[in-house]
């Protein structure tokens, strides 16, 4: 895996220090808003528009994951039109085409690989070429690629142009929200990755254990509520079940986070089916996609890129968790 130097591809320098792996950060922080006035951070001015914006992601990766959910829960799909990258990684990074099924070529801009996108936004770029890519078609350029920040815009931004109106991050549980959002994002949802690409044993251990206190604690909030903050879903439920959904065939093997697995926690795994079942998400989930690209891409890794048959998983199997209802 590499990255952009000033315009120009280079082989991954190291991306951890004491064998902790540290996660870069995105650079493309821009706003869609409904009046196109600037977002929370100050910066943006992007008027949300029918047709105007096109999305990159890979259906492999959990960051990109999050952005197709709230494209699908909000009906953005004839508003915002979507690129999918194949799963494995090619000489420079992410690449369109059709050899996997699910992947699709770049519609918008014609190009083969997605750091040629990054490239159409600033020919001299420097960091990583990751997804998603929120793209503007009129600026032709990147608005954002934090997917934190882009699953916002997607909740709220777009809701003249829908007529889905459910919010997933009401005011009234912000605050909760952004408790748990901190809590699983760096324990759980960075927590494999810094399991998985640690250098060290101690390294290894301590995020490895600080996923399992996590998911220990979030199995026993589960046994009282349905969902995180609570009786209502938000964004906080979907931002972890882009992790739960890829921890079985994944991160409890290829980033050895195998103490127990999600099927092994009663509330958690009754969960997970509980939101795969919502109407449209199993439509955004490619455990094929998922494994081909953690086993054969992550050669850091998996040395032999040998992507392993099972597990068998059914996400459609009845839950309990109308019991809170």
């Avoid at 890829?246 to 103490?259: G, L, M, Q």
Wanted: proline letters at 5%.
């Amino acid at each position: 895996m590499g990255l952009l130097v000033d315009g120009r591809w280079q082989e991954d320098a190291s991306r951890t220090k004491d064998g902790h792996f540290i996660r870069p950060a995105t650079q493309y922080r821009n706003y869609v808003t409904a009046d196109g006035s600037p977002g929370p951070s100050g910066s943006g001015g992007f008027l949300a528009e029918r047709g105007r914006y096109h999305l990159y992601v890979s259906l492999a990766c959990p960051w990109a994951h999050r952005t197709l959910i709230f494209r699908k829960l909000k009906k953005l799909e004839d508003i915002i039109s979507v690129s999918v990258t194949e799963p494995l990684y090619g000489k420079t990074g992410w690449e369109f085409g059709t050899t996997m099924p699910g992947a699709t070529p770049d519609a918008v801009n014609g190009k083969a690989t997605l750091a040629e996108i990054y490239l159409l936004a600033d020919a001299h770029y420097s960091g990583r070429v990751s997804v998603p890519v929120l793209w503007d078609k009129k600026r032709r350029t990147i608005v954002n690629n934090e997917s934190a920040e882009i699953i916002r815009m997607f909740n709220a931004a777009f809701d003249a142009l829908t007529d889905a109106h459910a919010d997933y991050y009401p005011a009234a549980l912000r605050s909760a929200i952004d408790r748990i959002n901190d809590l699983v994002y760096s324990t759980v949802n960075n927590g494999v990755y810094r399991s998985g690409f640690a250098t060290t044993q101690q390294a290894y251990a301590e995020a490895a254990r600080g996923v399992f206190a996590t998911l220990d604690r979030l199995e026993d909030l589960l046994s009282r509520q349905r969902y995180l903050v609570g009786k209502q879903m938000t964004e906080a439920d979907w931002r972890l079940f882009t992790t739960l959904i890829r921890f079985d065939a994944v991160y409890y093997s290829h980033f050895k986070c195998n103490v127990r697995r999600i099927a092994d926690y009663p509330n958690l795994s009754n969960y997970l089916r509980d939101l795969y079942q919502v109407p449209g998400i199993a439509e955004t989930v490619s455990i094929d996609h998922i494994k081909r690209h953690y086993y054969g891409s992550q050669r850091n890794v998996n040395p032999t890129g040998i992507v392993p048959i099972g597990p068998l998983l059914d996400f459609t199997a009845p839950h309990d968790r109308g019991r809170f209802a």
